[in-house]
């Protein structure tokens, strides 16, 4: 790595970032964008053109402060394929979460919302929609945002609508209609024409002239890709994958470093059943995501997904200011996610007690008996989990003889209940507390459970696992005959590392002799 490049959390001046844009260093990559005022274009840190003239340079936290400023994106480091911008997940700064700065995590809160297309039913939130959601009206929301941002929200959807289009007019065939849909525009003309404004070029255009940093064709599936800031330890991602496999439902590949899986979702009223296949490029921090054509309709909430189930989006250099001298060698290490919070959930429940190994085992028998076949199956990928409305119907009796006992069907049909009827969301951008409080009064569901859910399916940073006797053990707490003062003991010792709990228990959790042999309570999902 160049000797150039300042420390990872010094971007503080201009001048910094001019040193991080010179290095090409990929620890800064969505951190910032760098406007070059002779060509009208902005960049990526990571972006391999000679570096410009320091006096040529503005630097802006946003992609939408660069457009707002009038500039366009590179054609070649393609800035919407950074990762999420740290001014939205607010990693520069170790929050306090405290109401001295209720202003900014509000603006924090509204841009995550922004950028979390699985929360809105139509791919287009309206700033009703979001005011009523951050429990605020529509005025206040316009002034924090542009106040701490430096763009209204309109400005900022815009631009997350204007890259997305301009990714799949980049990587996939799909036709004009479709992007402009898929990316939240409702109409081709209106689409059109915002395209043409921001970026002087037909949408044809761009297809027909943007070449450089495609990826390979594949008419077999849609094939995108993504980036990540190292470090990132990808053989440990895997391998927790790898160990929680269900046979037909995934397949890992650790020398290929592919994750493969089935999928069904919801986008614009309709089911959509397909497949999915991640494969990492570790020498550039890219990873390549193939997508069968039957995803197609819903490409946003896919990628969304895949990000979140990988944790592309973390922030390394925050993370490890509050986590590394507590777990060194840890640098790494990140959450899993998952694909669908209400099957994570199912697989909590399973996982409640056992071993890893037997938490799999009842999840292959319970995709064998309730799940479906996959519409055109590929190698290795066969059936889909079972939807909430099936296990909600789900009989006792055939059950308990694939070895689910009374306890866990109730909490599993419970929670099939609270998800197909009843409004519960185990997605990212939901209210925390609210869920939490929602799935502890499902039977059967306790704090470890929801904190778990809360990690894996809410991507929460700050859920964590106290009552986990593994957990207990890698902190040291001493062994007692009184469960509730080990919890009190390490909730103690957890409060250092707000507000990165989550990634303090996958570190803890890694510095175990056998990291994969449970405890009670261990996650085995």
Same mark, same amino acid.
């Given at each position: ?41 902005? /960049?990526?840190?990571? /972006? ?77 939130? #309206? ?10 009206? %529509? ?47 409702? #109409? ?32 077999? /599936? ?27 439902? %995934? ?140 296990? /909600? ?97 390490? %909730? ?34």
């Amino acid at each position: 790595m160049p000797t150039t490049a300042p420390d990872s959390n010094a971007l503080n001046t201009s001048d910094a970032c001019y040193l991080a844009l010179k290095a090409r260093d990929a620890r800064f990559d969505g951190r910032f964008f760098t406007g070059v005022t002779s060509t009208g274009i902005y /960049c990526r840190p990571v /972006c391999r053109v000679r570096t410009p003239k320091r006096e040529n340079c503005q630097f802006y936290r946003l992609a939408a402060q660069a457009e707002s400023a009038g500039f366009r994106p590179c054609l070649r480091c393609r800035p919407e394929l950074a990762p999420a911008n740290s001014a939205a997940a607010g990693s520069d700064v170790r929050l306090p979460w405290s109401t001295q700065d209720a202003s900014f995590i509000l603006a924090r809160q509204a841009a995550n919302l922004l950028d979390e297309p699985t929360l809105w039913s139509d791919g287009a939130p #309206s700033m009703a929609d979001l005011a009523h959601r951050l429990g605020v009206s %529509e005025r206040h929301v316009r002034r924090i945002f542009e106040t701490h941002w430096g763009v209204s929200p309109l400005q900022y959807l815009q631009t997350r609508r204007l890259l997305m289009a301009k990714r799949l007019l980049t990587d996939t065939q799909l036709p004009v209609a479709q992007v402009a849909a898929l990316s939240g525009f409702s #109409s081709v003309r209106r689409f059109n024409a915002t395209f043409v404004e921001h970026y002087r070029l037909q949408p044809r255009q761009l297809r027909q002239s943007d070449s450089a940093g495609t990826p390979p064709s594949d008419t077999s /599936c849609i094939v995108l890709k993504g980036a990540y800031r190292p470090p990132y330890d990808v053989s440990a991602m895997l391998s927790f994958f790898a160990t929680r496999q269900i046979a037909g439902v %995934e397949a890992v590949d650790p020398e290929r470093m592919t994750l493969e899986r089935t999928l069904s979702l919801t986008a614009a009223g309709q089911t959509q059943c397909g497949w999915v296949q991640v494969q990492f490029v570790p020498d550039r921090c890219n990873v390549v995501f193939r997508i069968s054509h039957s995803l197609s309709a819903a490409l946003p909430q896919v990628l969304a997904r895949l990000r979140a189930l990988l944790d592309l989006d973390a922030e390394p250099s925050a993370i490890n200011t509050v986590l590394l001298g507590d777990f060194p060698d840890s640098e790494g290490l990140r959450v899993p996610g998952c694909l669908d919070g209400f099957e994570q959930g199912v697989r909590a429940i399973l996982g409640q007690q056992i071993t890893v190994r037997a938490a799999r085992t009842l999840g292959t028998r319970l995709v064998e008996c309730f799940g479906t076949d996959l519409p055109n199956p590929t190698i290795g990928l066969t059936r889909l989990f079972p939807t909430p409305q099936v296990l /909600c119907l789900a009989s006792g009796e055939v059950m308990g003889r694939l070895g689910i006992v009374r306890q866990r069907q109730r909490a599993i049909q419970s929670l099939a209940r609270a998800v197909a009827h009843n409004g519960l969301v185990l997605q990212p951008g939901v209210d925390i507390p609210a869920t939490l409080a929602a799935l502890q009064a499902l039977p059967g569901i306790g704090p470890w459970t929801a904190q778990y859910i809360a990690m894996r399916a809410l991507r929460w940073p700050d859920a964590f696992v106290a009552g986990d006797v593994a957990l207990q053990k890698a902190l040291g707490v001493p062994n007692t005959k009184k469960p509730r003062q080990a919890v009190e003991s390490t %909730e103690a010792a957890s409060q250092r590392w707000k507000p990165w709990r989550s990634y303090a228990v996958v570190r803890a959790w890694a510095t175990l002799a056998a990291p994969a042999a449970p405890a009670a309570y261990k996650p085995a999902t």
